[in-house]
DNA sequence: TTACTTAGTGTAATATCTACACGGTATATT
DNA sequence: AATATACCGTGTAGATATTACACTAAGTAA
């Protein structure tokens, strides 16, 4: 049975594509949808932006009703704006993206409920998604590999405090390929963007690694200069 | 006397940068508004969008409408979405850049009544721009140096046949800085896009330089592949 | 004590980048 | 015709960055 929805006047919506790191896993943040259009399917957060506030204040808003997540810098990457992505009316659905350090911390606890619930899901299987949040999420991906490529910014994935070898594994995961170790560690190590510890991963099984952390004052001088990898 | 203006719905509108190269300057077109607000001003080509057009069409229409230009392929780079940012209401826009070979041929007629007349404005010498489109023309500025330095599209500004001085001016005036010419040509002939015309510039003082043409199969090879200037 | 697993390290060959200067050639002028 | 002018077009050496490649060290578990 066919339910009637109601017809939407020309706007604006957001939807958010936030990604996390997880268990040598790329996640991507989802909920699942509890009305009508696409209730019940999985979908980015997202949703229509009031008319007193600004796109970037918007984004923040909706990914905490949606998902219980806050003081989190999005920026935005593309707006959507194909006839027909919305099955309500002429909706354009300006994309914003953040790269996020996952743990027990970030609880995701839908606040609206608009949101049944919220979850990371691994890029590798990912659901069938709403309205063109497929497309979304492809171009939110192709993102994120240029910007780790050009700016030393993985660690914002990982905990404060990481391995070099975890922080291989983020580019490779999200660049799709091996890289070799020796290479990476001199490159890395060479923006100068790094802080030794002096201190040794706990906990683990066989020998512990160094762990480093990112110095912010020392990234403030590399910024705007060209690296890649 | 003010005159009282109409509230507009929360909608949204494109807005067109579009750079072009005469005469060793780099240029954007502007049009004169001939409607409040900003009657008389200066401004990028921009309109609302229409209920049945994707932003891609709309842009193009609009810019046809409001200088009479046409096929010429725009990309989107960024939305704007302050809050009042535009006096009539909440309208968000989406910015559209383009690099265009200047020309007699181009034919500067505006078809709306909206726009008095369209002009290619020396980028030195902008004169108080309407709205938040100072800002929206820094960022499109922005986006093309990002650009030009990551892929050889700087002929797209320059007529179909070019010296190789002629396109390291180009990037000397949009980059903002001197090259090293042995330098620039030995880079630029590396990339192995350009086809050599065995032809030279004619009606010039002094000693003709080789003419080139940019050559759109090889160009298809390098594609994605990381360059920079 | 041994087996296992991951950490951590250097070098040589190649490719790329940078800095730098002058003779060649078509045109204009006398 | 000779000369002045202004732009064209080219090479190299030194420095830097990139790539490919393999073993020993250290800590844990049994």
Redesign the interface.
Same mark, same amino acid.
């Not at 009508?36 to 808003?61: I, T």
């Not at 709403?130 to 939110?140: E, L, N, S, V």
């Given at each position: 049975m066919k339910e009637v929805l109601p017809q939407l !006047? $020309? %706007?604006?919506s957001i939807d958010c594509v936030l990604f996390g790191f997880d268990e040598g896993e790329l996640k991507v943040l989802l909920i699942e949808r509890n009305e009508e259009p696409f209730k019940d399917w999985w979908a980015l957060p997202g949703y229509l @932006?009031n008319? !007193?506030?600004?796109?970037?204040q $918007?984004a923040a808003r909706i990914l905490h009703e949606l998902t219980g997540i806050e003081n989190v810098y999005m920026e935005?990457f593309? %707006?959507f704006?194909? *006839?027909g992505r919305h099955p309500q009316g002429?909706i *354009?659905s @300006?994309a914003y993206y953040a790269m996020l350090r996952l743990g027990g911390d970030k609880a995701l606890k839908p606040i609206s409920n608009y949101a049944k619930q919220a979850h990371w899901i691994n890029v590798k299987e990912l659901p069938p998604l709403a309205f063109d949040h497929q497309k979304i999420f492809d171009q939110g991906l192709e993102k994120i590999k240029r910007r780790i490529?050009h700016q030393p910014i993985a660690f914002e994935l990982l905990p404060e405090k990481f391995t070099l070898t975890q922080l291989q594994n983020v580019y490779e995961v999200i660049l799709g390929k091996k890289l070799d170790k020796r290479n990476f560690r001199k490159k890395m190590l060479s923006f100068n963007v790094l802080k030794d510890l002096n201190e040794k991963q706990k906990g683990v099984s066989f020998r512990a690694a160094t762990l480093y952390r990112f110095d912010k004052r020392k990234y403030g001088k590399l910024f705007g200069k060209?690296i $890649?990898f």
């Amino acid at each position: 049975m066919k339910e009637v929805l109601p017809q939407l !006047n $020309s %706007t604006f919506s957001i939807d958010c594509v936030l990604f996390g790191f997880d268990e040598g896993e790329l996640k991507v943040l989802l909920i699942e949808r509890n009305e009508e259009p696409f209730k019940d399917w999985w979908a980015l957060p997202g949703y229509l @932006v009031n008319e !007193n506030e600004s796109l970037d204040q $918007s984004a923040a808003r909706i990914l905490h009703e949606l998902t219980g997540i806050e003081n989190v810098y999005m920026e935005q990457f593309y %707006t959507f704006g194909d *006839i027909g992505r919305h099955p309500q009316g002429r909706i *354009i659905s @300006v994309a914003y993206y953040a790269m996020l350090r996952l743990g027990g911390d970030k609880a995701l606890k839908p606040i609206s409920n608009y949101a049944k619930q919220a979850h990371w899901i691994n890029v590798k299987e990912l659901p069938p998604l709403a309205f063109d949040h497929q497309k979304i999420f492809d171009q939110g991906l192709e993102k994120i590999k240029r910007r780790i490529k050009h700016q030393p910014i993985a660690f914002e994935l990982l905990p404060e405090k990481f391995t070099l070898t975890q922080l291989q594994n983020v580019y490779e995961v999200i660049l799709g390929k091996k890289l070799d170790k020796r290479n990476f560690r001199k490159k890395m190590l060479s923006f100068n963007v790094l802080k030794d510890l002096n201190e040794k991963q706990k906990g683990v099984s066989f020998r512990a690694a160094t762990l480093y952390r990112f110095d912010k004052r020392k990234y403030g001088k590399l910024f705007g200069k060209e690296i $890649s990898f």
